[in-house]
């Protein structure tokens, strides 16, 4: 098994149509199947309870045997011959599913018109058919012999197990929230429900005469696995895969997987039938693939590829950034100065590369990008406590390297004064307050930094500091609404700052 290992959901864009369709799909299990095989049971309880085993029975067995019949299983006669004691019930539950055997029964060729038994048969065959479509599995499940549209719609919703329904589950998430990313929720849906039909529509077209109920969301997720190796092509992306008792994954180009998937199905196919529909899912594979193939000639614009190539870009600015770290550990400032300019360029909010730029322009503090670059780290918002001591070492450092030329403006060494003092540093916070208030004395939020101070030295029970900046408060801004606030505060009422 190989399955492509994709990015984490961006759950601030969730997959709705992905998320709406796994929620149709249980429902529609737990909420309308779950009985059926108790539905099935009685109805075969009612078969058995009248003549149809005696009409029809020793009819399919000498069908069975006849050399000249389309059905030749020599595996089904060891099966039904290994059932024993319930060897019939086997053999009319097969019977039902035997395509040519129906065609030939509902054509009136077994039982014919002129048989003695033909009207009795008829109305028992009617009675016992409405006891079996009375289950939502019988009723909507696709059966080639009998094509719909409606059938063809609604088995794709379908599922024969609990299990059945979880490994589709599973991947239909895989698959589906990447290609929902790429080509957003309409054409996500869209190309899922026209996969799933292609994917009946080759059933129907190379086994017209099957009897077996076609059911399951499969064709139309390996639609899915289709749009999403199409849609990224040959880039690289991780896969995860199985041999035996071996696992590990690689990366390869996306479209590596369209053939390696059709052939793998097309063996399958050919040389180890079972009871799992090859041909959906080839017809769901080539389905998604011819759906992406039309987008990109006609509607290329729908199509995100900043999220396709996000992965990609994202290998390349791992490996300049450790290009300029190397640089940065050789102390060759001009090389590391030109790697992270330019990888800042194309993520002007990372953090990381601040600091970065930050560590290559102190190498050589006489110059002005020192400032720049101790800018941008010491106004980021105030997130959290990390942020806020990064900030504060940063702040202690440049100060130190480039005093007295600080090229910040009031407002910012107020903030950051009032930052500093919310999380605790205060040494540092009344630095930058007394500093401003000796300096720019008329400057408006003076007020708002002595009341910090008050607020937070009594906070850390530094009592003596607190008084002498609630006097200064009042002494110089008597009037001042934060005069009556840093008093509030000693009093233990306010919180400020």
């Known amino acids: 098994m190989i399955v492509p290992l994709a990015r984490r959901p961006d759950w601030r864009r969730p997959p709705v149509v992905t ?12 909420g309308a199947q779950l009985d059926d095989t108790q539905g099935e049971h009685e109805a075969f309880d009612y078969y058995f309870s009248t003549d149809l085993p005696e009409i029809e029975l020793p009819a399919y067995r ?43 029964l509902s054509a009136g060729k077994i039982i014919t018109p002129d048989s003695p038994h033909y009207a009795r048969w008829q109305s028992l065959r009617q009675a016992f058919e409405a006891r ?21 719609f609604t088995s ?31 054409l996500t849906l869209a190309g899922y429900l026209l996969s ?25 997720i390996f639609g899915l696995s289709g749009m999403y190796v199409v849609l990224f092509g040959l880039r690289k992306i991780r896969f995860f895969y199985t041999l035996l008792f071996y696992f590990g994954h690689f990366r390869a180009p996306a479209i590596i997987l369209l053939p390696v998937w059709l052939l793998y199905q097309l063996y399958e196919y050919l040389f180890a039938p079972g009871n799992v529909n090859n041909l959906a899912h080839m017809g769901g594979l080539l389905g998604g693939t011819l759906f992406v193939l039309a987008l990109r000639r006609w509607a290329a614009p729908t199509i995100d590829l900043d999220y396709l190539e996000e992965e990609d870009r994202q290998r390349r600015f791992e490996a300049r950034y450790a290009e300029g770290m190397a640089a940065l550990s050789r102390m060759d400032a001009d090389r590391a100065r030109r790697i992270f300019r330019e990888l800042a360029a194309a993520q002007p909010d990372n953090v990381n590369l601040m600091i970065q730029r930050y560590n290559v322009a102190k190498l050589q503090p006489e110059d002005d990008e020192i400032h720049e670059a101790a800018r941008r780290l010491l106004t980021l918002p105030p997130a959290d406590p990390a942020t806020v001591k990064l900030q504060h070492d940063t702040f202690v450092d440049y100060v130190r390297r480039v005093q007295p030329r600080v090229r910040l403006s009031p407002e910012e060494m107020m903030n950051l004064a009032l930052r500093f003092a919310a999380r605790g540093y205060l040494d540092e916070a009344e630095k930058i307050i007394v500093h401003l208030s000796r300096r720019l004395s008329d ?12 607020t937070h030295f009594r906070r850390a029970n530094q009592q003596q500091k607190a008084e002498h900046y609630l006097q200064l408060l009042r002494q110089k801004y008597p009037d001042s609404p934060e005069a009556r606030l840093g008093q509030a505060a000693m009093e233990g009422g306010t919180k400020a700052g």
């Open 19 to 30: 998320l709406a369709l796994i929620l149709i799909n249980v429902l529609i299990y737990f």
């Open 62 to 104: 000498r069908y069975l045997d006849d050399p000249d019949n389309p059905t030749q299983y020599p595996t089904l006669r060891l099966y039904l011959d290994e059932q024993g004691s319930d060897f019939d019930r086997a053999l009319a539950q097969t019977m039902i599913h035997d395509g040519p055997f129906m065609q030939r």
């Open 132 to 152: 079996l479509n009375a289950s939502t599995t019988y009723r909507f499940a696709q059966v080639n012999i009998r094509p719909s549209l409606l059938t063809a």
């Open 156 to 186: 794709l919703f379908l599922h024969g197990s609990v299990d059945h329904l979880l490994g589709n589950m599973i991947f239909l998430f895989l698959f589906g929230y990447v290609v929902e990313a790429v080509l957003g929720p309409w």
């Open 196 to 220: 799933g039909l292609f994917a009946n529509g080759l059933y129907l077209l190379m086994e017209p005469a099957s009897g077996q109920l076609a059911l399951g969301a499969s064709g139309a």
């Open 443 to 454: 400057f408006r939020r003076i007020p708002e930094g002595l009341v910090a101070l008050v």
